[in-house]
């Protein structure tokens, strides 16, 4: 139905950035909202920040100040820019469409922040 394809992870050193890019594919009518989230080792998916399709976003105390999520609704793409990044920021980052209010994930990219 829908495909999500992420890229922009990597390997950085603290305080480095990292731009992050999701863009979707397939059967796509209406996008109801999107966003990003995030699995460090050892603890569950969180919510980093999201994307409302009535133009409000939502960021995570940790990440607020530090991380901005935007979109290119042309392309279909949901950005996560990451700056000021710390080690323990290091995860797994997956992005989630709603498309019809179904949810699809991507297959995430690692963000590996060293001190």
């Known amino acids: 139905q829908v495909q999500l394809v992420e890229s922009g992870g990597g390997l950085v050193q603290t305080g480095g950035s990292l731009r992050l890019s999701c863009a979707a594919s397939g059967s796509i009518s209406s996008i109801n909202a999107m966003g990003w989230y995030r699995r460090a080792p050892g603890k569950q998916r969180e919510l980093v920040a999201t994307f409302i399709s009535g133009g409000s976003t939502n960021y995570a105390e940790a990440v607020r100040g530090r991380f901005t999520i935007s979109r290119d609704n042309a392309k279909n793409t949901v950005y996560l820019q990451m700056n000021s990044l710390k080690p323990e920021d290091t995860a797994v980052y997956y992005c989630?469409?709603?498309?019809?209010?179904?949810?699809?994930w991507g297959q995430g990219t690692q963000v590996t922040v060293s001190s």
């Open positions: 989630k469409v709603l498309v019809l209010w179904v949810a699809y």
